[in-house]
Protein backbone atom coordinates (compact mmCIF):
# COMPACT_ATOMS: atom_id res chain seq x y z
CA UNK A 1 0.00 0.00 0.00
CA UNK A 2 2.68 2.76 0.74
CA UNK A 3 4.47 2.00 -2.81
CA UNK A 4 0.85 2.19 -4.35
CA UNK A 5 0.57 5.62 -2.38
CA UNK A 6 3.65 6.97 -3.85
CA UNK A 7 2.64 5.70 -7.11
CA UNK A 8 -0.69 7.80 -7.22
CA UNK A 9 0.71 11.25 -5.73
CA UNK A 10 2.87 12.10 -8.64
CA UNK A 11 1.11 12.85 -11.39
CA UNK A 12 -0.61 15.76 -8.96
CA UNK A 13 2.38 17.10 -8.10
CA UNK A 14 3.89 17.41 -11.87
CA UNK A 15 0.12 19.11 -12.50
CA UNK A 16 0.28 21.79 -9.91
CA UNK A 17 3.73 22.37 -10.49
CA UNK A 18 2.99 22.82 -14.33
CA UNK A 19 0.25 25.03 -12.74
CA UNK A 20 2.30 27.24 -11.09
CA UNK A 21 4.51 28.14 -13.81
CA UNK A 22 2.12 28.74 -15.66
CA UNK A 23 0.96 31.33 -13.37
CA UNK A 24 3.85 32.83 -12.69
CA UNK A 25 4.81 33.51 -16.14
CA UNK A 26 1.44 35.01 -16.47
CA UNK A 27 1.82 37.34 -13.56
CA UNK A 28 5.20 38.40 -15.22
CA UNK A 29 3.55 38.92 -18.59
CA UNK A 30 1.39 41.32 -16.53
CA UNK A 31 3.94 43.13 -14.80
CA UNK A 32 5.87 43.91 -18.06
CA UNK A 33 2.28 44.87 -19.58
CA UNK A 34 1.80 47.27 -16.96
CA UNK A 35 4.99 48.84 -16.65
CA UNK A 36 5.36 49.22 -20.34
CA UNK A 37 1.61 51.43 -19.74
CA UNK A 38 3.50 53.37 -16.73
CA UNK A 39 6.19 54.02 -18.87
CA UNK A 40 3.97 55.24 -21.92
CA UNK A 41 2.02 57.19 -19.89
CA UNK A 42 5.03 59.31 -18.24
CA UNK A 43 6.75 59.47 -21.95
CA UNK A 44 3.23 60.91 -23.56
CA UNK A 45 2.51 63.27 -20.20
CA UNK A 46 6.22 64.10 -20.36
CA UNK A 47 5.89 65.01 -24.42
CA UNK A 48 3.35 66.82 -23.75
CA UNK A 49 4.66 69.11 -21.11
CA UNK A 50 7.27 69.75 -23.53
CA UNK A 51 5.14 70.68 -26.51
CA UNK A 52 3.70 73.20 -23.84
CA UNK A 53 7.39 74.68 -24.03
CA UNK A 54 8.27 73.64 -28.09
CA UNK A 55 9.41 76.67 -29.38
CA UNK A 56 9.71 76.15 -33.44
CA UNK A 57 12.35 79.08 -33.65
CA UNK A 58 14.50 77.72 -31.30
CA UNK A 59 16.26 74.70 -32.30
CA UNK A 60 18.20 74.26 -28.59
CA UNK A 61 14.91 74.48 -26.86
CA UNK A 62 15.23 70.76 -25.36
CA UNK A 63 18.79 71.56 -24.28
CA UNK A 64 16.74 74.86 -22.83
CA UNK A 65 14.10 73.12 -21.01
CA UNK A 66 16.97 70.68 -19.62
CA UNK A 67 18.74 73.49 -18.02
CA UNK A 68 16.23 74.91 -16.44
CA UNK A 69 15.50 71.61 -14.90
CA UNK A 70 18.70 71.15 -13.90
CA UNK A 71 18.83 74.66 -12.30
CA UNK A 72 15.30 73.93 -10.24
CA UNK A 73 17.54 70.89 -8.57
CA UNK A 74 20.55 73.38 -7.43
CA UNK A 75 20.48 75.49 -4.02
CA UNK A 76 20.68 78.87 -5.30
CA UNK A 77 23.18 81.57 -3.27
CA UNK A 78 25.33 83.47 -5.56
CA UNK A 79 27.30 86.66 -4.85
CA UNK A 80 25.24 89.35 -4.75
CA UNK A 81 26.87 92.17 -2.56
CA UNK A 82 30.26 93.52 -1.03
CA UNK A 83 31.68 91.48 1.39
CA UNK A 84 34.96 90.98 3.57
CA UNK A 85 38.11 90.17 1.32
CA UNK A 86 40.91 88.91 2.16
CA UNK A 87 44.98 88.87 1.74
CA UNK A 88 45.95 86.15 -0.73
CA UNK A 89 49.30 85.54 -2.61
CA UNK A 90 47.30 84.20 -5.77
CA UNK A 91 43.36 84.31 -6.52
CA UNK A 92 41.79 83.15 -9.24
CA UNK A 93 37.98 83.87 -10.30
CA UNK A 94 35.51 84.09 -12.67
CA UNK A 95 33.40 86.36 -14.09
CA UNK A 96 30.42 85.48 -16.54
CA UNK A 97 29.05 88.15 -18.71
CA UNK A 98 25.38 88.61 -20.03
CA UNK A 99 23.92 87.33 -23.46
CA UNK A 100 24.85 89.79 -26.48
CA UNK A 101 22.80 91.09 -28.65
CA UNK A 102 24.17 88.62 -31.56
CA UNK A 103 23.87 85.76 -29.58
CA UNK A 104 19.77 86.82 -28.23
CA UNK A 105 19.33 87.40 -31.66
CA UNK A 106 20.28 83.47 -32.46
CA UNK A 107 18.46 82.71 -29.78
CA UNK A 108 21.58 80.86 -27.46
CA UNK A 109 20.70 79.01 -24.53
CA UNK A 110 23.45 80.23 -21.22
CA UNK A 111 24.98 77.03 -20.57
CA UNK A 112 26.81 78.73 -17.43
CA UNK A 113 25.08 78.62 -13.97
CA UNK A 114 26.59 80.19 -10.67
CA UNK A 115 24.90 78.46 -7.73
CA UNK A 116 27.64 79.96 -4.69
CA UNK A 117 29.98 82.62 -4.39
CA UNK A 118 32.93 80.14 -5.32
CA UNK A 119 30.92 77.56 -7.87
CA UNK A 120 30.52 77.51 -11.35
CA UNK A 121 28.97 75.33 -13.18
CA UNK A 122 28.86 74.31 -17.18
CA UNK A 123 26.12 72.80 -19.03
CA UNK A 124 27.68 71.03 -21.80
CA UNK A 125 24.58 69.99 -24.35
CA UNK A 126 25.83 66.55 -25.99
CA UNK A 127 24.43 63.87 -28.08
CA UNK A 128 23.77 59.98 -27.99
CA UNK A 129 24.43 57.71 -31.17
CA UNK A 130 20.93 57.27 -30.91
CA UNK A 131 20.29 61.34 -31.64
CA UNK A 132 18.90 61.40 -27.70
CA UNK A 133 20.56 64.83 -26.59
CA UNK A 134 21.50 65.02 -22.80
CA UNK A 135 23.77 67.37 -20.77
CA UNK A 136 27.10 66.99 -19.37
CA UNK A 137 27.38 69.29 -16.21
CA UNK A 138 31.23 70.19 -15.17
CA UNK A 139 31.69 71.68 -12.08
CA UNK A 140 34.78 73.88 -10.38
CA UNK A 141 35.55 76.05 -7.25
CA UNK A 142 37.40 79.16 -7.57
CA UNK A 143 38.18 81.44 -4.54
CA UNK A 144 35.48 83.95 -6.34
CA UNK A 145 32.69 83.42 -9.12
CA UNK A 146 30.60 86.50 -10.62
CA UNK A 147 27.52 85.96 -12.28
CA UNK A 148 26.62 88.37 -15.44
CA UNK A 149 24.72 90.75 -12.67
CA UNK A 150 28.07 91.86 -11.19
CA UNK A 151 29.19 95.13 -11.61
CA UNK A 152 32.63 95.93 -12.59
CA UNK A 153 33.05 97.88 -9.30
CA UNK A 154 32.05 94.59 -7.38
CA UNK A 155 34.60 92.52 -9.66
CA UNK A 156 37.54 95.03 -8.38
CA UNK A 157 36.75 94.91 -4.67
CA UNK A 158 37.42 91.55 -4.68
CA UNK A 159 40.10 91.05 -7.28
CA UNK A 160 42.34 94.07 -7.65
CA UNK A 161 41.68 96.42 -4.85
CA UNK A 162 43.65 94.30 -2.17
CA UNK A 163 46.24 94.24 -4.00
CA UNK A 164 46.99 98.03 -4.36
CA UNK A 165 47.84 98.88 -0.96
CA UNK A 166 51.07 95.90 -1.33
CA UNK A 167 52.89 98.46 -3.63
CA UNK A 168 52.78 100.79 -0.82
CA UNK A 169 55.01 98.30 0.86
CA UNK A 170 57.28 97.86 -1.36
CA UNK A 171 55.55 94.78 -3.63
CA UNK A 172 55.05 93.77 -6.87
CA UNK A 173 51.11 93.32 -7.95
CA UNK A 174 49.67 91.90 -11.12
CA UNK A 175 46.08 90.99 -12.25
CA UNK A 176 45.33 89.05 -15.69
CA UNK A 177 42.10 89.15 -17.52
CA UNK A 178 42.29 85.61 -19.33
CA UNK A 179 39.40 84.20 -21.66
CA UNK A 180 37.91 84.03 -24.96
CA UNK A 181 37.85 86.95 -27.16
CA UNK A 182 34.64 88.94 -26.42
CA UNK A 183 34.27 87.60 -23.16
CA UNK A 184 34.78 90.62 -21.10
CA UNK A 185 38.50 91.18 -20.85
CA UNK A 186 38.65 94.88 -21.97
CA UNK A 187 35.05 95.81 -20.99
CA UNK A 188 36.33 94.07 -17.02
CA UNK A 189 40.16 96.29 -17.30
CA UNK A 190 38.97 99.24 -19.31
CA UNK A 191 35.34 100.06 -18.46
CA UNK A 192 31.94 99.84 -19.49
CA UNK A 193 31.38 100.32 -23.50
CA UNK A 194 28.41 102.57 -24.11
CA UNK A 195 27.98 103.04 -27.57
CA UNK A 196 29.75 100.88 -29.97
CA UNK A 197 33.48 101.61 -29.28
CA UNK A 198 32.72 104.09 -26.84
CA UNK A 199 34.50 102.80 -23.57
CA UNK A 200 33.57 104.29 -20.13
CA UNK A 201 36.96 103.98 -18.59
CA UNK A 202 36.31 105.15 -15.08
CA UNK A 203 34.14 102.31 -14.56
CA UNK A 204 37.31 99.51 -15.50
CA UNK A 205 39.75 98.45 -12.91
CA UNK A 206 42.85 100.58 -15.12
CA UNK A 207 40.93 103.62 -13.43
CA UNK A 208 39.95 102.09 -9.86
CA UNK A 209 42.96 100.98 -9.17
CA UNK A 210 44.40 104.40 -9.79
CA UNK A 211 41.80 106.62 -7.72
CA UNK A 212 42.55 104.09 -5.20
CA UNK A 213 46.40 104.73 -5.35
CA UNK A 214 45.92 108.60 -5.40
CA UNK A 215 43.49 108.11 -2.13
CA UNK A 216 46.34 106.09 -0.79
CA UNK A 217 49.39 108.53 -1.66
CA UNK A 218 47.37 111.15 0.65
CA UNK A 219 47.24 109.35 3.68
CA UNK A 220 49.70 110.45 6.32
CA UNK A 221 50.84 107.01 6.59
CA UNK A 222 52.44 106.84 2.81
CA UNK A 223 52.44 110.92 2.07
CA UNK A 224 55.34 110.56 4.46
CA UNK A 225 57.76 108.62 2.26
CA UNK A 226 57.68 111.11 -0.57
CA UNK A 227 56.19 108.89 -3.30
CA UNK A 228 55.10 109.68 -7.38
CA UNK A 229 53.18 108.05 -9.65
CA UNK A 230 53.87 106.95 -12.88
CA UNK A 231 52.10 105.34 -15.74
CA UNK A 232 53.01 102.96 -19.07
CA UNK A 233 51.31 101.39 -21.17
CA UNK A 234 53.05 99.20 -23.90
CA UNK A 235 51.64 96.02 -25.75
CA UNK A 236 53.15 92.23 -26.42
CA UNK A 237 52.33 91.23 -29.95
CA UNK A 238 53.87 88.17 -31.91
CA UNK A 239 57.09 88.24 -28.65
CA UNK A 240 58.03 91.60 -29.87
CA UNK A 241 57.05 94.69 -27.68
CA UNK A 242 55.67 98.40 -28.30
CA UNK A 243 54.96 101.19 -26.17
CA UNK A 244 51.28 102.16 -26.62
CA UNK A 245 52.54 106.08 -25.00
CA UNK A 246 55.03 106.72 -27.76
CA UNK A 247 53.99 106.41 -30.89
CA UNK A 248 53.42 102.81 -30.61
CA UNK A 249 57.28 103.00 -30.78
CA UNK A 250 59.21 98.89 -30.82
CA UNK A 251 61.01 98.61 -27.52
CA UNK A 252 64.12 96.21 -26.40
CA UNK A 253 63.52 93.55 -23.67
CA UNK A 254 67.27 93.02 -21.63
CA UNK A 255 68.60 91.71 -18.56
CA UNK A 256 71.28 94.49 -16.90
CA UNK A 257 74.18 93.71 -14.66
CA UNK A 258 72.31 92.42 -12.16
CA UNK A 259 69.64 90.57 -13.82
CA UNK A 260 67.20 93.18 -13.84
CA UNK A 261 64.54 93.06 -17.00
CA UNK A 262 64.70 96.11 -18.20
CA UNK A 263 62.10 97.51 -21.20
CA UNK A 264 64.57 99.87 -23.01
CA UNK A 265 62.94 102.85 -24.30
CA UNK A 266 59.70 102.58 -22.33
CA UNK A 267 57.72 105.58 -21.73
CA UNK A 268 56.66 106.34 -18.35
CA UNK A 269 54.99 109.31 -17.57
CA UNK A 270 54.26 110.95 -14.32
CA UNK A 271 50.60 111.34 -13.29
CA UNK A 272 49.06 113.46 -10.83
CA UNK A 273 45.15 112.76 -11.31
CA UNK A 274 42.99 110.55 -12.38
CA UNK A 275 41.69 112.71 -15.40
CA UNK A 276 45.56 112.21 -16.33
CA UNK A 277 45.53 108.17 -15.80
CA UNK A 278 42.39 108.11 -17.88
CA UNK A 279 43.92 109.96 -20.80
CA UNK A 280 46.29 107.99 -20.97
CA UNK A 281 44.42 104.43 -21.16
CA UNK A 282 42.30 105.80 -23.58
CA UNK A 283 45.39 107.03 -25.81
CA UNK A 284 47.19 103.80 -25.58
CA UNK A 285 43.76 101.86 -26.19
CA UNK A 286 43.19 103.20 -29.78
CA UNK A 287 46.81 102.00 -30.80
CA UNK A 288 46.71 98.43 -29.55
CA UNK A 289 46.81 95.64 -32.32
CA UNK A 290 43.47 94.32 -33.45
CA UNK A 291 42.17 91.94 -35.67
CA UNK A 292 39.20 90.03 -36.94
CA UNK A 293 38.19 86.28 -35.62
CA UNK A 294 34.89 84.24 -35.95
CA UNK A 295 34.09 85.90 -32.59
CA UNK A 296 34.71 89.45 -33.14
CA UNK A 297 35.07 91.64 -35.70
CA UNK A 298 38.01 93.89 -33.28
CA UNK A 299 39.29 91.16 -31.66
CA UNK A 300 42.93 92.19 -29.13
CA UNK A 301 45.44 90.23 -30.72
CA UNK A 302 48.24 91.23 -28.36
CA UNK A 303 48.95 91.32 -24.60
CA UNK A 304 48.29 94.96 -23.31
CA UNK A 305 50.10 95.54 -20.04
CA UNK A 306 48.98 99.02 -17.97
CA UNK A 307 51.24 99.87 -15.03
CA UNK A 308 51.17 102.01 -12.52
CA UNK A 309 54.90 102.33 -10.85
CA UNK A 310 55.64 104.31 -7.36
CA UNK A 311 58.98 105.97 -7.78
CA UNK A 312 60.68 107.42 -4.68
CA UNK A 313 61.18 111.40 -4.98
CA UNK A 314 64.93 111.10 -4.82
CA UNK A 315 67.32 111.41 -7.48
CA UNK A 316 67.74 108.04 -9.04
CA UNK A 317 63.17 108.09 -8.96
CA UNK A 318 64.13 104.52 -6.99
CA UNK A 319 61.26 101.86 -7.75
CA UNK A 320 59.35 101.19 -4.48
CA UNK A 321 56.47 99.05 -5.90
CA UNK A 322 54.60 98.54 -9.30
CA UNK A 323 51.02 97.22 -9.93
CA UNK A 324 50.81 95.60 -13.57
CA UNK A 325 47.16 95.40 -15.14
CA UNK A 326 46.73 93.06 -18.38
CA UNK A 327 44.38 92.20 -20.53
CA UNK A 328 45.63 89.38 -22.23
CA UNK A 329 44.96 88.51 -26.01
CA UNK A 330 42.00 86.08 -26.56
CA UNK A 331 43.02 82.46 -25.80
CA UNK A 332 41.15 81.20 -28.88
CA UNK A 333 43.94 82.45 -31.17
CA UNK A 334 46.13 80.10 -29.83
CA UNK A 335 44.92 77.41 -31.90
CA UNK A 336 46.27 79.54 -35.10
CA UNK A 337 49.52 77.62 -35.16
CA UNK A 338 48.63 75.35 -38.72
CA UNK A 339 47.14 78.17 -40.23
CA UNK A 340 48.53 79.21 -44.11
CA UNK A 341 49.71 82.67 -43.08
CA UNK A 342 53.39 82.60 -41.75
CA UNK A 343 52.58 85.63 -38.95
CA UNK A 344 49.21 84.11 -37.99
CA UNK A 345 50.76 81.50 -37.15
CA UNK A 346 53.58 82.97 -35.05
CA UNK A 347 50.74 84.83 -33.63
CA UNK A 348 48.77 82.07 -32.59
CA UNK A 349 52.07 80.40 -31.17
CA UNK A 350 53.47 83.16 -29.05
CA UNK A 351 50.09 83.43 -27.07
CA UNK A 352 50.20 79.99 -26.77
CA UNK A 353 53.19 79.81 -25.26
CA UNK A 354 52.56 83.20 -23.49
CA UNK A 355 49.77 81.72 -21.62
CA UNK A 356 51.54 78.26 -20.67
CA UNK A 357 54.61 80.38 -19.42
CA UNK A 358 52.27 82.37 -17.28
CA UNK A 359 50.58 79.69 -15.28
CA UNK A 360 54.09 77.75 -14.75
CA UNK A 361 55.64 81.48 -13.84
CA UNK A 362 52.48 81.42 -10.87
CA UNK A 363 52.74 77.80 -9.92
CA UNK A 364 57.11 78.99 -9.48
CA UNK A 365 55.75 81.49 -7.45
CA UNK A 366 53.22 79.10 -5.25
CA UNK A 367 55.93 77.33 -4.40
CA UNK A 368 58.57 79.39 -3.85
CA UNK A 369 60.33 77.40 -6.59
CA UNK A 370 64.19 78.83 -6.57
CA UNK A 371 64.10 78.66 -10.75
CA UNK A 372 61.67 80.55 -12.56
CA UNK A 373 60.74 80.37 -15.76
CA UNK A 374 60.45 84.02 -17.00
CA UNK A 375 62.54 83.50 -20.35
CA UNK A 376 60.29 81.27 -21.92
CA UNK A 377 57.69 84.11 -23.40
CA UNK A 378 58.31 88.09 -23.53
CA UNK A 379 55.37 88.14 -21.43
CA UNK A 380 56.68 86.99 -18.43
CA UNK A 381 60.07 88.26 -18.98
CA UNK A 382 58.97 91.45 -18.66
CA UNK A 383 56.93 90.60 -15.55
CA UNK A 384 59.55 88.33 -13.80
CA UNK A 385 59.70 90.86 -10.71
CA UNK A 386 55.86 90.38 -10.28
CA UNK A 387 56.73 86.88 -9.90
CA UNK A 388 59.59 86.59 -7.39
CA UNK A 389 59.52 87.75 -3.39
CA UNK A 390 56.69 87.17 -0.72
CA UNK A 391 55.68 90.77 -1.64
CA UNK A 392 54.46 89.88 -5.10
CA UNK A 393 50.75 89.10 -5.12
CA UNK A 394 48.95 87.91 -8.21
CA UNK A 395 45.24 87.65 -9.29
CA UNK A 396 43.41 86.26 -12.35
CA UNK A 397 40.16 87.05 -13.74
CA UNK A 398 38.86 84.64 -15.84
CA UNK A 399 36.26 86.04 -18.13
CA UNK A 400 33.45 83.94 -20.03
CA UNK A 401 31.00 84.02 -22.71
CA UNK A 402 28.31 81.67 -21.34
CA UNK A 403 26.79 81.20 -24.72
CA UNK A 404 26.16 77.56 -26.05
CA UNK A 405 28.54 78.61 -29.31
CA UNK A 406 31.00 79.04 -26.87
CA UNK A 407 30.96 76.19 -24.83
CA UNK A 408 34.42 74.65 -25.70
CA UNK A 409 36.01 78.22 -25.31
CA UNK A 410 34.46 78.51 -21.81
CA UNK A 411 35.05 75.08 -21.02
CA UNK A 412 38.66 75.46 -22.11
CA UNK A 413 39.19 79.26 -20.08
CA UNK A 414 37.66 76.97 -17.04
CA UNK A 415 40.50 74.23 -17.28
CA UNK A 416 43.01 76.71 -17.70
CA UNK A 417 42.07 78.71 -14.40
CA UNK A 418 41.52 75.34 -12.48
CA UNK A 419 44.93 74.64 -13.39
CA UNK A 420 46.50 77.42 -12.09
CA UNK A 421 44.15 77.23 -8.90
CA UNK A 422 45.14 73.44 -8.57
CA UNK A 423 48.65 74.62 -8.00
CA UNK A 424 48.18 77.02 -5.02
CA UNK A 425 47.90 75.64 -1.47
CA UNK A 426 43.95 76.09 -0.26
CA UNK A 427 43.27 78.90 2.18
CA UNK A 428 40.96 78.33 4.59
CA UNK A 429 38.96 81.32 5.27
CA UNK A 430 40.12 81.33 8.71
CA UNK A 431 43.60 81.45 7.38
CA UNK A 432 43.27 84.58 5.68
CA UNK A 433 43.92 87.93 6.64
CA UNK A 434 40.80 89.94 5.92
CA UNK A 435 41.58 93.45 4.47
CA UNK A 436 38.01 95.03 4.93
CA UNK A 437 39.43 97.72 7.07
CA UNK A 438 42.25 98.25 5.33
CA UNK A 439 43.57 102.81 5.56
CA UNK A 440 42.22 104.02 2.44
CA UNK A 441 40.09 101.39 1.32
CA UNK A 442 36.66 101.83 1.44
CA UNK A 443 33.37 100.19 0.37
CA UNK A 444 31.77 101.11 -3.05
CA UNK A 445 28.48 101.10 -3.50
CA UNK A 446 27.14 97.77 -4.37
CA UNK A 447 24.81 98.29 -6.35
CA UNK A 448 24.33 95.92 -9.33
CA UNK A 449 23.78 96.64 -12.98
CA UNK A 450 22.39 93.79 -16.13
CA UNK A 451 25.56 95.39 -18.19
CA UNK A 452 28.18 94.78 -17.74
CA UNK A 453 65.94 89.87 -21.49
CA UNK A 454 69.00 88.97 -20.80
CA UNK A 455 71.01 89.69 -24.17
CA UNK A 456 69.83 87.86 -27.47
CA UNK A 457 71.74 84.93 -27.83
CA UNK A 458 74.52 84.37 -31.13
CA UNK A 459 73.01 82.36 -33.35
CA UNK A 460 74.91 79.36 -34.31
CA UNK A 461 74.98 78.55 -38.25
CA UNK A 462 73.57 75.08 -36.77
CA UNK A 463 69.99 72.92 -37.82
CA UNK A 464 67.36 74.74 -35.88
CA UNK A 465 66.60 71.30 -33.91
CA UNK A 466 70.09 71.63 -32.44
CA UNK A 467 69.94 75.51 -31.60
CA UNK A 468 67.25 75.17 -28.61
CA UNK A 469 69.46 73.40 -26.16
CA UNK A 470 71.91 76.08 -26.72
CA UNK A 471 69.14 78.94 -25.67
CA UNK A 472 68.06 80.14 -21.94
CA UNK A 473 64.77 80.60 -23.64
CA UNK A 474 64.01 77.93 -25.13
CA UNK A 475 65.56 75.84 -22.24
CA UNK A 476 63.00 77.35 -20.01
CA UNK A 477 60.20 76.18 -22.95
CA UNK A 478 61.93 72.35 -22.52
CA UNK A 479 60.98 72.72 -18.67
CA UNK A 480 57.81 73.49 -19.24
CA UNK A 481 57.66 70.84 -21.89
CA UNK A 482 58.47 68.89 -18.96
CA UNK A 483 55.43 70.12 -16.63
CA UNK A 484 53.03 69.77 -18.82
CA UNK A 485 53.39 66.54 -20.72
CA UNK A 486 50.04 65.68 -19.61
CA UNK A 487 48.72 68.96 -21.42
CA UNK A 488 50.39 69.77 -24.34
CA UNK A 489 52.16 67.53 -26.95
CA UNK A 490 55.54 66.98 -27.97
CA UNK A 491 54.88 68.46 -31.80
CA UNK A 492 53.55 71.96 -29.47
CA UNK A 493 56.47 72.07 -27.79
CA UNK A 494 58.09 71.43 -30.99
CA UNK A 495 56.61 74.51 -32.69
CA UNK A 496 56.77 76.95 -29.95
CA UNK A 497 60.72 76.19 -29.63
CA UNK A 498 61.13 76.50 -33.55
CA UNK A 499 59.17 80.03 -33.39
CA UNK A 500 60.92 81.05 -30.09
CA UNK A 501 64.31 80.35 -32.16
CA UNK A 502 62.75 82.17 -35.13
CA UNK A 503 62.32 85.21 -32.79
CA UNK A 504 65.43 85.30 -31.46
CA UNK A 505 67.25 84.84 -34.69
CA UNK A 506 65.04 87.78 -36.14
CA UNK A 507 65.48 89.90 -33.27
CA UNK A 508 69.46 89.12 -33.62
CA UNK A 509 69.17 89.89 -36.73
CA UNK A 510 67.36 93.50 -36.64
CA UNK A 511 69.81 94.49 -34.06
CA UNK A 512 72.87 93.71 -35.95
CA UNK A 513 71.00 95.57 -38.79
CA UNK A 514 71.01 98.49 -36.66
CA UNK A 515 74.49 98.31 -36.04
CA UNK A 516 74.92 98.25 -39.87
CA UNK A 517 73.42 101.35 -40.25
CA UNK A 518 75.10 103.07 -37.16
CA UNK A 519 78.31 102.04 -38.65
CA UNK A 520 77.66 103.02 -42.14
CA UNK A 521 76.78 106.48 -40.44
CA UNK A 522 79.59 106.66 -38.50
CA UNK A 523 82.29 105.36 -41.39
CA UNK A 524 80.36 107.83 -43.79
CA UNK A 525 81.30 110.53 -41.55
CA UNK A 526 84.98 109.76 -41.61
CA UNK A 527 84.72 109.07 -45.04
CA UNK A 528 83.41 112.44 -45.81
CA UNK A 529 86.22 113.98 -43.56
CA UNK A 530 89.11 111.85 -45.27
CA UNK A 531 87.64 113.14 -48.80
CA UNK A 532 87.95 116.58 -47.76
CA UNK A 533 91.56 116.22 -46.53
CA UNK A 534 92.39 115.42 -50.33
CA UNK A 535 91.21 119.18 -51.30
CA UNK A 536 94.52 120.03 -49.63
CA UNK A 537 97.71 120.90 -51.22
CA UNK A 538 99.91 119.10 -49.80
CA UNK A 539 97.96 116.36 -48.20
CA UNK A 540 99.54 112.68 -47.01
CA UNK A 541 98.63 110.15 -49.87
CA UNK A 542 100.21 107.42 -47.76
CA UNK A 543 97.73 108.06 -44.51
CA UNK A 544 94.97 108.84 -46.90
CA UNK A 545 95.72 105.13 -48.76
CA UNK A 546 95.82 103.51 -45.01
CA UNK A 547 93.06 105.22 -43.48
CA UNK A 548 90.58 104.15 -46.69
CA UNK A 549 91.61 101.08 -46.37
CA UNK A 550 90.95 100.76 -42.67
CA UNK A 551 87.06 102.55 -43.13
CA UNK A 552 86.70 99.87 -45.83
CA UNK A 553 87.14 96.92 -44.36
CA UNK A 554 85.13 98.23 -41.22
CA UNK A 555 82.51 98.57 -44.00
CA UNK A 556 83.14 94.61 -45.23
CA UNK A 557 83.40 93.73 -41.90
CA UNK A 558 79.26 94.96 -41.15
CA UNK A 559 78.63 93.89 -44.68
CA UNK A 560 80.09 90.10 -43.65
CA UNK A 561 78.16 89.91 -40.27
CA UNK A 562 75.04 90.99 -41.64
CA UNK A 563 74.90 88.79 -44.33
CA UNK A 564 75.60 85.68 -41.78
CA UNK A 565 72.64 86.76 -40.13
CA UNK A 566 70.68 87.11 -42.79
CA UNK A 567 71.91 83.59 -44.01
CA UNK A 568 70.59 82.49 -40.61
CA UNK A 569 67.35 83.95 -40.41
CA UNK A 570 66.19 82.45 -43.94
CA UNK A 571 67.14 78.71 -42.72
CA UNK A 572 64.71 78.97 -39.71
CA UNK A 573 62.04 80.40 -41.65
CA UNK A 574 62.69 77.36 -44.24
CA UNK A 575 62.81 75.08 -40.52
CA UNK A 576 59.49 76.81 -39.27
CA UNK A 577 57.69 76.22 -42.74
CA UNK A 578 58.70 72.61 -42.27
CA UNK A 579 57.47 72.53 -38.63
CA UNK A 580 54.45 73.97 -39.37
CA UNK A 581 54.01 71.18 -42.82
CA UNK A 582 54.21 68.60 -40.25
CA UNK A 583 51.67 69.62 -37.33
CA UNK A 584 48.63 70.01 -40.22
CA UNK A 585 49.78 66.25 -41.56
CA UNK A 586 49.87 64.82 -38.64
CA UNK A 587 46.39 66.69 -37.72
CA UNK A 588 44.64 65.42 -40.84
CA UNK A 589 45.92 61.98 -39.66
CA UNK A 590 44.49 61.78 -36.18
Known amino acids: MKTLYHSTCLPNKKIHSTRSKKKNVVDEVEKLRKNREERRAAQNQERERRLQNYDPTNANWEFSEMIKEFRVTLEMNPLTQIGDIYDQRICVCVRIRPLNRKENLRKEIDVTTVPT ?13 DMTKYLENHSFRFDYTFNEWINNEMVYWYTAKPLVESIFNGGMATCFAYGQTGSGKTHTMGGDFTAGKNQDTTKGIYALASQDVF ?31 NGKSRLRVLEDGKQQVQVVGLEEKEVNTIEEVLALIMDGTKCRTSGQTSANAHSSRSHAVFQLVLRRD ?43 ALKECIRAMSQNSKHLPFRASKLTQVLRDSFIGERSRTCMIATLSPGMLSCEHTLNTLRYADRVKELVADDDEDNRRKLSNLPGLEKIDDGLSSQQQQPQPQFQNQSVKQQPPLSPKNSDLALIGTLCENEVSQEMIEVHQTVSTFQEVE ?4 ECHRNFIEGLSETLGLTTSLFTMTEDVDFDQESYISTLKSQLATVQNLKDLLTGKLESFEKVLVEEEKVS ?4 VKGRHT
Request: net charge positive.
Open 117 to 129: PNKIMVSEPRSKV
Open 215 to 245: HLLEQPKYKSKNLSLYASFFEIYSGKVFDLL
Open 314 to 356: DSRKSLHGKFSLIDLAGNERGADTTSADRQTRIEGAEINKSLL
Open 507 to 510: EDTV
Open 581 to 584: KSIK
